[in-house]
């Protein structure tokens, strides 16, 4: 019976510390467990169906002779969106995502939200660059605001330079997606603290150095 439960356990995908916790506590602790469980497996569902909905797309057409090699990439570009979306777990849970998406949804116009879908899918290896670069930028913030250096200073200005540079990367210089991306900030920084999903990115400044960042960006900005 032990060994049962066990593989049950391991089928629900719970790491070895929480089957000893569930088997210990019985199945009353399994509630929360089955919640997250059903949480992914819906997440998971969603990418099969978008993929079956693609490749039953290209079966009508082919079959309806409108054979087209264009169908098919389009399948395999289906494919490849949902296989690029996997990686963002191992930064985010399935509720912080599902935070980001509705912040997202009430943040971005529906022009900007047109513009960003025609965006390349952005990359784990995107994610990586930026991180690196946002980390410097916090632990620099940090660092000028611990000698009390001065945010109209040539590093501070330096500092906020690169930060308005990423930003306009991301934005691609296009005046709606900046105004969302601004909205979104306000919509997140509203949310309780426990509930922003971008609020422990490792790197963001914090504190002192948030608040040197800042206004290192205003005197930036009305020089430019």
């Known amino acids: 019976m032990l060994l049962q439960q066990i593989l049950a356990l391991k089928l629900l995908g719970l790491p070895l510390a929480e089957i000893k916790s569930c088997l210990k506590h019985g199945p009353n602790g399994l509630e929360a ?9 819906e997440e998971k569902r969603k990418q099969l169906n978008a993929i079956v909905s693609a490749i039953e797309h290209a079966m009508r057409k082919l079959q309806s002779g409108e054979a087209d090699w264009d169908i098919i990439v389009g399948v ?28 997202g949804a009430q943040s971005y116009s529906e022009e900007a939200a047109k513009k960003m879908a025609g965006w390349p899918a952005w990359t784990e290896a995107d994610q990586e660059k930026a991180s690196a670069q946002w980390k410097h930028i916090g632990d620099e913030s940090e660092r000028l605001a611990a000698v009390n250096a001065d945010p109209g200073g040539a590093e501070a200005q330096a500092l ?25 900030w306000q919509n997140h920084n509203a949310l309780p603290k426990s509930k922003q999903p971008l609020a422990k990115v490792p790197g963001a400044p914090s504190g002192p150095g948030a608040d040197f960042l800042n206004k290192a960006m205003e005197i930036y900005d009305k020089a430019n």
């Open 33 to 41: 467990v089955l919640v997250q469980q059903h949480a992914m497996m």
């Open 160 to 184: 906020a330079r690169l930060k308005s540079e990423l930003l306009g990367a991301f934005t691609k210089g296009d005046q709606d997606i900046k105004q969302g991306l601004q909205q979104f």
């Open 76 to 103: 395999i570009e289906v494919m490849k969106m949902e296989q690029n979306t996997e990686w963002v777990k191992k930064y985010f849970t399935e509720e912080q995502m599902a935070t980001m998406q509705e912040l």
